[in-house]
């Protein structure tokens, strides 16, 4: 995992942005304040926390990361 | 004490708090029950109870409603992450509905206020309820042929809406003006919030006894005890991937559209990934699941697998995980509707995590079960008191048989636990005669154990007018019964106007997009309608019946002598006025 690639992100929260929400790209939960931002092989991805970036890498990658043009063997 | 020097309990105080805790939230419960103004609180029980810590874990949990027992881990961890725990003040209450904030669907609202002690924050207490009427397209807010959250009813975000104490009136107004039943609401609302302080009375006796750290540690340990419980259970399972899918016969919008329920289920060590990528993407109508809805299946099914006396809170939840791509069937994202996820697919979503599991732990699961709250909407101006009334009624579906038992008759499916309403309270609130109530005719799938039945419900409009919705589903597919069960029978949906004599589906009838998932038809005095529930499968081979269950099962009217014959090949006989098994005969049978 590149450490060098991680950054926390906070939503926007004005008012009027009441559906400014994202969703953890490992689990699928909803991030309500801020989201842990990843790039891996030049594309961003979103996660609740280091332990779903953890399992994101561990699990998922090697599993699905090909259906989306993905090397699932980096780390 | 000191602070500082706090310790837990010992290992017979964490049993003496946690039954507290437990009985806590079931006061909690009681409350609501007795002082609700709706039927689906009072009699249904559609709701849970819980008490969290400050660091927004779940230390305590009532069975009431295990549709909610996801949701209300995220409803109010996620709630306290927006909002902040600092923005909590003593006597505040925050409310919402929002189902892409962890909620399980609109109609369900989430309470929660946080519970002080000499100035300190301890925790909070929370519950979360249906409300039957939200106000939006359809009365009952089961808006079945939505295609966005916003025809589904008032959303709201986390709100204050007692501020301190004070209700805050401007956004009281708002909220029920905006639903067709507000007296009800006002009832139901204050029921909630009423339990709420039940706890908070409760809390405060706790922490008196044993002060703010030793209760806050002891939670963290009765949380660590659930984990390592639940942790060995795991540990039991073998290690490997086990998969099963089932599908939803249609949305609501596009009558032809099938959606697909898939798990992947991994079990490595004492971790357990339920990984739900395989699934549909999300539907047009409102069959899609929140996030919310899926863990609350995921952890429902695996706490029916498990052993009943892992204490219930954010520890046992721990070693598993939920995998559900935002924008699937399993969990909808913004703004695609989702009022029948709950009600109709988290049932769904257990069946297909038995069949997964059937090969691993075959003595513990279940064949599918009916698995359809048969959700029947409906509401206008009663005719007797000229006010707007509106209900919420599910019915009974035949559970899945397994290793030892047949399964049980027209029952709340998994997701509910509802009780029944009585026909009595039915005919008395509501301008509806019911005119049958029974066992739908061999609905449960044949097999060593039995799946159990569905009912059919016939009733008559007894007003000018009613309006009605519905959200149905497995009236195209069947439960499926497992290692040689049958399958149970589908239900079905029909409708009889006044001064005729056929039954007809609602498709024909008014030409709705679908048979079962409708909303805001109209019928009049005189017009019939007839909810058939689907029957649960069967387990194992028919012809492994015990023949003296078959001729009880002949004896109790559930099936015919030639089902007895030709399915489980008993031979019966009369016997001093009885249907008894005639063993000679039955031997010759199953020879053959």
Known sequence: ?75 | MNQATASPLDSVGLTVLNNFLVNTCREMGVAMMKTAYSSIFNEGLDFSCVIFDRDGEMVSYAEFCPAQIGAILYTVKWTLDELGVDSFKPGDVVMHNDPYRGGCHMPEHTVIKPVFFGGELYGFVANIAHVTEIGGKAVGGFSADAKEVYQEGLRLPPVKIIDQGRHVEDLWKIILTNHRTPLTSWGDFHAMIGSLAVAERRLHRALERYGLETLLRSGKSLMDYAEQRMRAEIRELPNGEYQFEDWIENDGVDPSARYRIHCLITVRDDEIFFDYSGSSPQARGPCNCTYGVTASATFNAMLNLTDRTIPRNSGCYRPIRVIAPSGSVLNVAHPGPSVGGNSEIHERIVDVLFGALSSAVPDRVAAAAGASSCNFLFGGKHPLTGEFYANYHIEGSGWGATLNGDGNHTQCPINGNCRNTPVEVFETRYPWVVEEYSLAPDSGGHGRTRGGYGCVRVLRVEAPEITVSSFMDRHATRAWGLFGGEPGKSGSLLVMLAGETKWQTFLDAFGTNSPNKFADIQLHRGDRVMIVSPGGGGYGPPLERDPVLVAEDVRERLYSEAVAGDVYRVALKTKHGQIAVDEAATRELRAR
Do not use: H
């Open chain 1, 1 to 75: 995992m590149a450490e060098q690639n991680r950054q926390w992100v906070e939503l926007p929260a004005q008012l009027y942005s009441t559906d400014a929400t994202c969703n953890c790209d490992f689990c699928g939960k909803r991030v309500s304040r801020r989201y842990l931002r990843i790039s891996e092989q030049g594309r961003n991805f979103r996660f609740c926390n280091e332990d779903c970036l953890t399992l994101w890498y561990d699990y998922w990658l090697p599993r699905y990361g090909a259906t989306i043009g993905l090397n699932g063997a980096t780390s």
